[in-house]
Nanobody
Framework: QVQLVESGGGLVQAGGSLRLSCTAS????????MGWFRQAPGKEREFVGT????????FYEDSVKGRFTISRDTTKNTVYLQMNSLKPEDTAVYYC??????????????????WGQGTQVTVSS
């Protein structure tokens, strides 16, 4: 079982930046993919991006490309979501998730069992 603990959310003005962290513990060796998702009030969960533990390959949803960056520190079992040029529409609860690979995270998130507790990001206009 993988446990994921997130941190780093908060309130920021439009145009500002935040960095979220997600630290994994437990049986991490079966999970080569890490992903970030978000859910705004009244909306469905939305894919944000993924990164592979091996190689660090990243993929982003179109609306965050060029503004968000996912990175990882394998020595700390931690992935980061650096969010720049934030917009009010980025307001949501952000979740990290661990999966066997990045394709599963992107195309079949319903099958993912390891999720963080979520952290609130609020962007004021």
């Amino acid at each position: 079982q993988v446990q994921l603990v997130e941190s780093g959310g908060g309130l920021v003005q439009a145009g500002g930046s935040l960095r979220l962290s997600c630290t994994a513990s437990g049986r991490t060796f079966n999970n080569n993919g890490m992903g970030w998702f978000r859910q705004a009030p009244g909306k469905e969960r939305e894919f944000v991006g993924t990164i592979s533990w091996t190689g660090g390959t990243t993929f982003y949803e179109d609306s965050v490309k060029g503004r968000f960056t996912i990175s990882r520190d394998t020595t700390k079992n931690t992935v980061y979501l650096q969010m720049n040029s934030l917009k009010p529409e980025d307001t949501a609860v952000y979740y990290c998730a661990a999966g066997p690979n990045t394709q599963t995270l992107r195309y079949n998130p319903a099958s993912i069992k390891a999720w963080g507790q979520g952290t609130q990001v609020t962007v004021s206009s």
